[in-house]
């Protein structure tokens, strides 16, 4: 028996749990799955052959290194700040390791330790970071073996409702941790090169600058910066690249609604409102507009972002139920952040029947022989429902074959590492398509940014 | 003869040195100014009575204590992070102390010390902080003498550039600290009172809330908020208020000029912009604008921020050249802040024959006797030339008065303080008059910010 140590068993677990579950007895597995919660545990775990669950408190030395022992590889699916204690145990039992988290600094620190025990640390193997690291590179590895000069990368993925579930006029339910979307976007200009020319957009112009993307069958999209587009320039080996754009995805009319949000002040997690437990939703709107002893909070509003009546925006602020003034915000001593979630959270939750959609789109750009040409690749995940989600699933599912290659010598160069190299993606994407978790590529003329072409 | 060392003979120096000369020899005083830079220090002094210049290093212990020794009474002019190690000698052996910055929570340490050695460490005794907290509590304190109940106190100070120099389409030059003008406003949502409640402004609809002002003679002005209202509210005694707001004034219509530099992220201080050194002013705009192999930057830049060409603000930008493809800018590894200051001092630098105008507007509302009352009290300086500014004048004089005061036993209570006791503001305000600083009051009637009261 092969011996698998899952630590941690949140969300995005689901598939990951099942996919091994099922091979266990043709791949000879031993799946443990440790968590401080073995009740959250046991609910993914639908057989009890090939399974054990197991109290685990990471940062308890004893009971992980223990664990940790017993395993020939181990997945953490913890928030990445939690990884690095079961990391330095792998590093010290010579056990293999697989996370869908960004590499950190510490982590990365231990790749020489860990090629020098000849094992494998994947991390990114997610699906963003992780499904877009592999798709973008077995296209972008294509181009360049068949003589292609890459001149326009960009990339897109979201986290979104399937079209079955939406049904609110913002065409958006949080899929994922609710904090991250209310907070998107801030800390910092975003920043990508286009043509040759870096460009910058603050925050407060961030959801005014969108792009659009339309994926057949599922309609249009639209896109705004990340802030670190440039982030995988040398990675991907991109150097020379002129045009390099990350983006997050939204239904269209999604941004320019949030926007107002921004504009007022409603998404700053950087201060306290006082008496913030008091307030009633109304109030909480009320704080970020001049005081009048006459005029409504509604019209303060519409006019602070000139906001006509029969704008379409507005009746996304009145499906909210913002203006309420019997709906009070009970948190303490909240952040706008905070109590603009909880606002949204009223009205963006998934229901038990609900079922969310990962999106991603790819546009490649390359120069062969003198001429230019574009391939635009796109995949679209809807979940099951709100155990089976698309994020579970694509998340999960990249850990799970992942795990299982790098135990039968499939994936074998040593190293802390992401999933950027043919040996990895290869297999990978190939066992993905049989789970419906596949890209559909178009050659489309190649545009640029100049709108003569068009 | 009584011993005054200045220490750092700056931009703000010129009055508080003359003022203390001129005082000499009735008052039977010799000042040794202390800076690193000796040149400076002589140029600001007209005689060799009773004056002496020294090269002073205040990190250097052995001097900096030995002219310490040498005093009864130190002057700071340093930026307010230097004073400390001045402020450790002063209680060692027995010195007071003055300075024009805010108390630092290492000087407000000091405090028992300071007074255990029955010594006065007077801070904030400038302009802003130090005329506006002294013409405050004076009214304040009037108005609460006769019976009064302070219900509204708004205070807004703006350093500008006097009328007879005021010749361009900003209506603004730099009279202080440029960098302290382009970063204006960031660092977190402005805060404030208004009829009990409490009002958040962030960053990107700072320079779109203003208020208007008027003072006779002088016409109109504008204020954005600071972002400290609420700062004094305890110090000042004003717990109970409804309204609290403190501002910076501009003429009318400088700030929805600035705000379209800051939608566009070019006062951002967070970040620095590739290969800056090698941009003209034109590219810097247009790294803030989506790229266009045909659009101009001027049409980009007038379509993002809706900017008809017959709106006297898009000549604001012209003025400034903003749009020029020869003007380089120079800058290595420069913050989007850094470069547009330059930009900005290319046009809004003083001439030598310019001169700089400090205003101060307070608005005092109070109840009485079941009536609600306000005085309105304003202030203007103007400067006689580049040496002897406003801004000189307003800051160093209070500074010398308040250190003479000191020295004859007028101003005597101990401590780590600030100018807000009848004891302190009495004298000198009176004194300032003198000078031409001085406030005129009205009594208008009280309108809170109810439109139908108007």
């Not at 664990?67 to 020939?72: F, Q």
């Not at 293999?96 to 600094?105: I, L, P």
């Not at 073996?145 to 897109?156: A, P, V």
Request: charged share 25%; hydrophobic share 40%.
């Amino acid at each position: 028996m092969r011996k698998i140590l899952i630590i941690g068993a949140g969300k995005s677990s689901s598939y990951l749990i099942k996919y091994l579950l099922d091979k266990s007895s043709t791949e000879n597995l031993h799946i443990t799955i440790g968590d401080l919660n073995i009740d959250n545990a046991k609910k993914l775990v639908t057989t009890d052959k090939n399974v054990s669950v197991v109290h685990l408190d990471v940062f308890n030395g004893d009971s992980r290194t223990k664990a940790i022992k017993k395993a020939d590889i181990v997945i953490s699916m913890l928030p990445a700040r939690f990884h690095i204690e079961a990391a330095k145990d792998c590093i010290k039992y010579a056990k293999h390791m697989v996370t869908a988290s960004y590499v950190s600094e510490e982590m990365q620190a231990l790749d020489e330790e860990v090629k020098a025990n000849n094992l494998v640390f994947m991390n990114e193997i997610g699906v963003d970071p992780g499904i877009d690291h592999m798709s973008a590179m077995q296209v972008i590895d294509h181009i360049r073996d068949n003589g292609g000069k890459m001149i326009l990368f960009e990339s897109f993925t979201g986290g979104l409702v399937a079209p079955e579930s939406d049904n609110n006029l913002w065409n958006y339910k949080f899929t994922w941790n609710p904090r991250n979307v209310v907070t998107a976007g801030q800390g910092g200009a975003a920043k990508f090169l286009q043509e040759n020319q870096f460009k910058y957009i603050p925050y407060n112009r961030l959801f005014r600058r969108t792009e659009f993307l339309e994926i057949d069958n599922y309609g249009r999209f639209e896109a705004y910066a990340n802030r670190d587009s440039l982030k995988y320039q040398n990675v991907y080996g991109l150097e020379h690249i002129k045009t390099l754009y990350r983006g997050t995805m939204r239904r269209v009319g999604f941004s320019r609604a949030w926007n107002v949000f921004v504009q007022l002040g409603m998404t700053d997690d950087s201060y306290t409102i006082d008496d913030s437990e008091n307030m009633s939703y109304r109030n909480f709107v009320n704080a970020f507009l001049p005081y009048s002893p006459t005029d409504s909070v509604e019209l303060k509003f519409r006019h602070a972002l000139k906001i006509d009546q029969d704008d379409i925006v507005w009746d996304k602020f009145l499906e909210l139920d913002i203006f309420s003034s019997t709906k009070m915000v009970e948190l303490k001593k909240a952040t706008p952040a905070q109590i603009l979630q909880k606002i949204l959270m009223d009205s963006w939750t998934l229901s038990q029947d609900d079922k969310d959609m990962i999106v991603m789109y790819h546009k490649f750009g390359y120069e062969r022989n003198g001429e230019q040409y574009q391939i635009d690749s796109t995949m679209v995940v809807v979940g099951e429902d709100q155990t089976y989600t698309a994020m579970a699933k694509t998340v999960g599912l990249p850990v799970a074959i992942a795990a299982l290659d790098i135990l039968n010598g499939k994936i074998k160069t040593p190293g802390v590492q992401i999933p950027i190299t043919k040996e990895v993606y290869s297999p990978i994407l190939e066992e993905l398509k049989e789970y419906g978790i596949q890209f559909t590529e178009k050659e489309v003329e190649y545009l640029g940014y100049n709108p003569l072409n068009r």
